[in-house]
């Protein structure tokens, strides 16, 4: 039976070829997906879907693919890139709307997928029956293609981007996705039920009946089981070197360049910068940020900037101190334990660390704050010049440069002494 199997590699070549199984020594896409009298499906665009099935019990669109090309990631033009997380069970994917002056609802990925939005969360069951799986796709390079999982829309917020080529800033929309688990069909999943649901003759129920059984569950449940059927793999997760960073010859690896010559014989005052790049990467999440103060440059004992993490409102709200640490260290030098050990030790019960480097953190880093279960945020070097990149385009700046001198500027009237509790205050 042909099936997609979860983290194996798929050649995606021109011509297709659907009638071979095995190109390049790699498994066909669209072998795997081809099906006698049915329209190939493809990967041409981010977001893809076949015609609309008019099927015996109502009009029903079978599946659509989702495609999120890695190797594009981080580029000057737009540092907004897709999240993948197959292992922790969740994705965000940005829509396809590039244009200001354009409503993004209008455009034809981002009208498919909030159509489906209303299926995904509906109470109905009978809307559940006919909504769309989701299936995503990502590339690390052209003409392959990695099956990252079955997903389903939790959730779509629009939000601001920024693109010189096309005219400035526009509006696009921004989709949560949970990516459900296939442990019961040992991590594949069969294309006989998308071919099933692309089959006009047979009913939605009738099809589903092949569906695997996480999503069978969610068609019964509705969302309140999808936490309950998200994929996870209980494993560390670390980010490799290579992840953290970025080729020096990259739009990333430059502007991280830049970061570290700017600071360079001022070190300490780049904790304005790293204060407001957690803000940055925290907001980026949807959690509430209030940045707070920095600390003077003697005597901080592993303190460089506090801030604040809000969580709910009112009587369901919470206020967690964030205790920060900022290091401009070579970009080619891992980050040692015992910095990150300096702000773990500064944290009370209920208190949140965050470490800001312009390097990266070493496999032995990452067990440690795994295994030691330390609450702290790691912003590496590639990070960090993913939120430049963000924070510079969203306040017009033309450089790098222009934008750390205008973070430059304000660092002496954040310094504070301020004990970090007084950050729950106001």
């Given at each position: ?35 006698p ?101 990502r ?23 920024f693109?010189?080529k ?7 929309y ?47 449940y ?24 970025m ?14 010559r ?30 707070g ?8 004992g ?125």
């Open positions: 039976m042909k099936r997609f199997r979860m983290g194996e590699l798929y050649r995606y070549a021109r011509p297709t070829l659907p009638e071979e199984p095995v190109i390049d020594g790699l498994p066909n896409f669209h072998y795997v997906v081809a099906a009298g049915q329209p190939t499906l493809q990967l041409e665009r981010g977001i893809n879907a076949p015609s609309a099935t008019r099927a015996v019990d109502g009009e029903r669109l079978a599946v659509i693919l989702l495609s999120s090309n890695e190797h594009k990631r981080g580029s000057a033009e737009n540092p907004w890139h897709d999240t993948l997380a197959p292992d922790e069970g969740f994705a965000r994917y940005f829509g396809d709307n590039k244009l200001p002056d354009v409503d993004p609802g209008t455009t034809l990925g981002n009208r498919t997928l909030l159509r489906q939005f209303d299926l995904h969360t509906s109470p109905d069951r009978a809307k559940r029956e006919r909504a769309a799986p989701i299936l995503l796709f590339s690390s390079r052209k003409g392959f293609k990695e099956f990252a999982g079955l997903g389903l829309i939790t959730g779509a917020q629009r939000v601001t981007q693109s010189e096309n005219g400035g800033f526009f509006t696009n921004l989709f949560d996705l949970a990516i459900l688990s296939l442990t019961e069909e040992d991590e594949s999943l069969a294309m006989f039920w998308i071919s099933s649901r692309r089959n006009s003759k047979l009913e939605a129920v009738v099809a589903n009946e092949r569906a695997p059984k996480a999503w069978q569950q969610w068609v019964k509705g969302s309140p089981e999808i936490e309950r059927i998200k994929r996870r793999v209980a494993r560390y997760h670390i980010v490799r070197r290579q992840d953290q960073v080729p020096a010859s990259s739009t990333i690896g430059k502007t991280l360049d830049t970061v570290y700017f600071y360079e014989g001022k070190k300490h005052r780049f904790e304005a910068l790293a204060s407001l790049a957690c803000e940055s990467m925290v907001r980026g999440t949807g959690a509430g940020y209030r940045r103060w920095l600390t003077r440059g003697t005597g901080d592993g303190l460089d900037f506090v801030g604040r993490i809000d969580i709910g409102e009112g009587t369901w709200g919470t206020k967690l101190v964030v205790l920060g640490q900022a290091k401009c260290e070579k970009v080619d030098t891992p980050t040692g334990g015992v910095h990150i050990a300096r702000t773990v030790a500064r944290l009370r019960r209920g208190w949140v660390g965050a470490y800001v480097t312009t390097s990266f953190f070493s496999e032995a880093v990452q067990r440690e704050v795994h295994d030691d279960q330390y609450p702290v945020l790691l912003l590496n070097g590639a990070s960090l010049a993913g939120e430049v990149a963000k924070m510079r385009l969203a306040g017009g700046f033309a450089t790098d440069q222009q934008f750390l001198e205008h973070v430059d500027t304000g660092y002496e009237d954040q310094v504070s002494s301020h004990r970090p509790e007084e950050v729950l205050w106001d």
